[in-house]
């Protein structure tokens, strides 16, 4: 398998996360979009309550206002101012006082505000009041008389930072010199009746809620903390205020959104703090929890993906590698992959199939190899009879010349060399045995021609390898026919044998020197042949086909030209790849 190539299990994870991912992008995107619209909500809805909160504080306030006015033009009220210069008894004038002020009480049962109504008389410096202890004060009531309601400033002190106040007169132009009006009437309530109504807003809703005036004292709620009250004020005095609107402001690492709305009737604002967490957690709660979901099906995703690369890409993985290693001829190979499912009865199948390539392979092998023995034996058995016919021509001429010794050495050579030729029964010997073979071999024939020579050098410790029996004696012999037979001078074959790259080498090399390209290619092309192939050649492509099929595909004979243009043939093996 490529190392390029993906597995099943991260092209699953990649698809998985490919399709998440789109998802949770458009999911955050969406999330963004509710925060803000359901932010937008809240803020309009906020604004709205403050708006019906600053609508109920005008009504009230504009009642009282209304009452002042109406009580100024009230006959009892008018009567009043002069009193004391008409000719009523101390009776009378008790009576149309009580009339007056039963009307102020009646005003004042009838909300909810605990308040206070004084109606004055500049004229006669009398009062008649609500409450206890109310005198004349020209001074204190022009002071009053500076702006509408008057609402205590901060720097007022705590007694008088406690009363709201409204004074009318009449008529109207007397505001500027009090000591020319005909009637006062002094409205004022307790500033805890606005803090009662912003705890019943509180109560209805969620937040701190406070009453903001610009240049006087703020009122909040009973529960508002200090510190939120001052930053509130700080940023409300910081903003330039519209009639309604909202601010985010930071304190302690908490984020607050301030709604506001104008009461008009006051100069001032009622204001609503609320914690953005308190509005966002609920949303950014299902918002982690669709996060989770998402988080679940991606491991969810990636478990099943690996399931199925564990049950399905790994036995496709052994499959395939175990096909390649087959394809490549490793026919031992087996897949010892234990799975629970289908794939089992695959690779029982393919283990039991390499099982059956084996053995057929083996079998065949088996067969070659008892083929190629049985052509050795049918080999064995054709000597050629020329070389024992010539053989025994220099014997009967070495004894016409009475050279017994000739003859001797002669019989002792075609006796050790027949013996060994013909011994069919062990067809493994020792390399020493081989080399004794081709040096009888070679004695012979430089018995009957002088101007034949050869060498031989082995390393010692190669003599007692098992090798093939007359692997040696063909490559010696074409060395001899088709190399120096022909020379006129002296010929010479060398044997040299070494361990190189960790198998062994065996050389046969001759001084022929007719040895061309175009001979030494043809001669390379027969070993390649086809093993049904047959040619002149049968000795070289005989030995080089049972060196590869003993030892195997590294192996065979190896030619080339040597430097005086004879024929190097070298035989190469390696003894552990003997199969």
């Not at 478990?303 to 993985?317: D, F, K, M």
Request: aromatic letters at 8%; hydrophobic letters at 40%.
């Amino acid at each position: 398998m490529s190392h390029k190539e993906r597995s099943l299990f991260s092209k699953l994870v990649g698809s998985l996360i490919f399709l998440l991912l789109p998802v949770l992008i458009l999911s955050v995107y969406s999330h963004s979009i509710n925060e803000k619209v359901i932010t937008r909500q809240i803020k309009q809805s906020s604004i709205g309550q403050l708006s019906t909160l600053a609508a109920q504080m005008d009504n009230i306030f504009l009642q009282l206002e209304t009452f002042s006015r109406v009580l100024l033009r009230d006959p009892n009220v008018i009567e009043f101012q002069d009193m004391s210069l008409l000719n009523y008894s101390y009776y009378e004038q008790i009576s149309r006082k009580k009339i007056i002020q039963d009307k102020l009480y009646l005003q004042v049962a009838s909300t909810d505000w605990t308040q206070e109504i004084t109606v004055y008389s500049p004229r006669t410096g009398q009062a008649i009041s609500t409450a206890r202890g109310k005198t004349y004060d020209p001074l204190h009531l022009q002071k009053l008389l500076e702006g509408s309601w008057n609402f205590p400033s901060v720097d007022d002190g705590a007694d008088n930072a406690s009363q709201l106040s409204l004074v009318t007169v009449e008529p109207y132009e007397a505001e500027a010199d009090i000591s020319k009006a005909n009637s006062i009437v002094e409205i004022s309530f307790d500033r805890n009746n606005i803090v009662r109504m912003l705890n019943r807003f509180e109560a209805q809703g969620s937040g701190d809620v406070l009453f903001y005036k610009p240049n006087a004292a703020s009122l909040a709620s009973s529960a508002c903390p200090p510190g939120l009250l001052e930053e509130s004020i700080s940023a409300l005095e910081a903003t330039r205020l519209s009639p309604q609107g909202d601010i985010t402001l930071a304190m302690g690492g908490i984020s607050y959104l301030l709604t506001y709305s104008e009461v008009a009737s006051l100069q001032g604002y009622v204001a609503n703090i609320v914690p953005l967490q308190d509005i966002l957690t609920p949303l950014r709660t299902t918002n982690r929890f669709s996060y989770l979901v998402y988080a679940l099906l991606l491991v969810v995703g990636i478990a099943v993906a690996w399931v199925l690369y564990r049950n399905v890409q790994v036995p496709l993985r052994e499959l395939v590698k175990g096909v390649q290693k087959i394809k490549m001829g490793q026919y031992k190979t087996r897949i010892p992959l234990k799975v629970n499912n289908e794939f089992r009865l695959i690779i029982s199948r393919f283990n039991e199939m390499a099982d059956e390539i084996q053995r057929l392979i083996e079998n065949v092998l088996e067969q070659k190899l008892h083929a190629r023995e049985a052509e050795l034996k049918q080999l064995q058995s054709q000597i050629n009879p020329h070389f024992l016919y010539n053989s025994l021509s220099y014997i009967i001429s070495m004894t016409k010349l009475e050279r017994k010794d000739a003859v001797l050495q002669m019989a002792y050579h075609l006796s050790d060399y027949y013996r060994y030729s013909t011994r069919v029964q062990n067809q493994q010997v020792k390399l020493g045995e081989e080399l004794k073979n081709a040096a009888d071999y070679l004695g012979i024939h430089r018995m009957r021609m002088n101007r034949i020579r050869y060498e031989i050098d082995v390393e010692a410790d190669m003599l007692e390898l098992q090798v093939p029996r007359l692997i040696l004696q063909p490559i010696v012999e074409n060395a001899l026919i088709h190399g120096i037979e022909a020379l006129e001078d002296i010929g010479t074959i060398t044997l040299t044998g070494r361990r190189v790259d960790g198998g062994c080498s065996l050389s046969v090399e001759d001084n022929g020197g007719r040895m061309t390209t175009e001979s030494l290619n043809r001669l390379n092309l027969l070993l390649a042949s086809p093993l049904d192939e047959r040619s002149e050649s049968c000795g070289l492509v005989n030995v080089h086909r049972r060196l590869r099929l003993r030892y195997g595909a590294e192996s065979g004979l190896r030619l080339s030209i040597n430097a005086e243009s004879g024929l190097t043939a070298e035989l190469y093996w390696k003894e552990e790849e003997e199969h």
